[in-house]
Structures are given as structure tokens and as C-alpha cells.
């Protein structure tokens, strides 16, 4: 089975992908993820793309279809959930490309539907376990015991450059401009479903696992 969560920064992409990927054994590509590696690492395309980055506006098109061409080539498990991946129109119609070349399709693009105050809300308080990306929240998903991450017990948590409020203000904007414009691309195909995605992140798991199961 293969999915693209789609919705816009904040949507919950990340956290739902986490659970889907523990469940179902799907590979979550993440291309936010992809990209923050990259500038750990101090690699020539991520000295590019973090200041793209931290300033919120998309890296360009060729670097991304590369960057996610590799990571689809060398796919061999039981499926994968795109995060971030396609974000404009170009990526899309290159994203079918590579799969046809694999002889893969798409089953679901999921759009994770919330509406502006709170995803403002979500990334301002939004922090992650440096080690193994789980995603907490100040109010909305605390670790269980202060301090130390839920899923592998590190104690050291990263707040994102981009989540700084003119950031943020910028990536809602490439959301609404670049990103929002391949919704009609996927629902011509006829796989697009929406889920509330202002709903408990335990009830939005629940709709999704409700789409892929089926009618
Ligand atoms: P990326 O890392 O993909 O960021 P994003 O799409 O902006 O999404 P986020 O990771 O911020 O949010 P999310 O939807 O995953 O939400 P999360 O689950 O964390 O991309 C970063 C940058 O990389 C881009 O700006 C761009 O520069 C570049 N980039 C990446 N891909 C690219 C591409 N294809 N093309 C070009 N550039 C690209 O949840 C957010 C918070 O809310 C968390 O604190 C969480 O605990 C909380 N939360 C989640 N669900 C709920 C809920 N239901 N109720 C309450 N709180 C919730």
C-alpha cells in the first residue's frame, strides 16, 4: 500500500505517518526529514536548502525529484507514506512518473484538513526528540514523563527554525499557493479522501485506518 499525506505545515503529517509506519510496516519518506539530515550532515545540498528552509519557502523542484527519486528506487518493502512529498504541481506529475517506472501506484492521498489558528498554534509549540524525530506538543502531546522522549528515553529536544512565527507565516502561504493546487490534480484521479484533521490526533488515526480499510 502506498499514501501521500497531504495537508498544510502542522497538519499532523508526521505524527499520523509515525503511527502508520508502526502498525502497517510502511517506510515513512519524509522529505522535511530527508532535508533536516542533509543539513546535520553539511552535505553541499544542505548548506542549499537550510536557508531556504529556515526562511519557509519550498527548495526547488529538480532537488526534490532527486532527492525522492533515490529514496523510491531503492524501495523494496510493503509500501511507503509520502510526508511532504509532492508540494507542487511539477513534483506530482514526477512522482507518477517514478512509480509507473516501478510498476507501483498510488492507493491514497489522504489531505489532512485544519484550519489556520491552529496550525499556528500546533508549530509554535510544537518541539521533537533529537534522536528519533517523535513529535510532542507543550499542550497537545506532552511526553509522558517530563523531559524524556515516550519512544527511545532521550532527554535532548530540538524546537525547528521554521516554526518561529514569520516563518511559519510564509510556509501557510507556499502551502496555499504552490501546494493547494495539486488537491484537484489527485481528486481527478479519484483518490483523494479528506480527514478532519482538527479532530484528537488517537480520532484522526482512527479516519485514516478507516480509508485504508476501505467501505
Ligand atoms: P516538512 O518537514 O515537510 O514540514 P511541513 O510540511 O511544514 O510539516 P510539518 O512537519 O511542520 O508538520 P506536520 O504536518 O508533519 O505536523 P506534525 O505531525 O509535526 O518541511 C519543512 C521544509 O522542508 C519546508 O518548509 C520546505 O522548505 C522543505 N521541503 C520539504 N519537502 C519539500 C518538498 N517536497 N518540496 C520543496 N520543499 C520541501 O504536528 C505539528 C504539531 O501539532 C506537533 O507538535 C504535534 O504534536 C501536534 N499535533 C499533531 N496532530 C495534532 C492533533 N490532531 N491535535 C493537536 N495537536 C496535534
Known sequence: MNLILLGPPGAGKGTQAKRLEEKYGLDQLSTGDMLRAECKSGSELGRKAQAIMDQGHLVPDEIMIDLIAARIDQHAGQGFILDGFPRTVPQ????????????????????????????????????TCAKCGTSYHDHYRRTKVEGVCDVCGSHHFIRRADDKPEAVKTRL???????????PYYRQKGILRQVDGMADIDDVTRAIEKVIRGP
Do not use: S
Open 92 to 127: 506530482a506529475v514526477a512522482l507518477d512518473d517514478m512509480l509507473a517506472k516501478k510498476g507501483l501506484k498510488l492507493d491514497h492521498v489522504i489531505e489532512l484538513t485544519v484550519d489556520e489558528p491552529a496550525l499556528i498554534d500546533r508549530l509554535a509549540g510544537r518541539f
Open 173 to 183: 502561504a507556499a502551502y496555499r499557493q504552490q501546494t493547494a493546487p495539486i488537491l
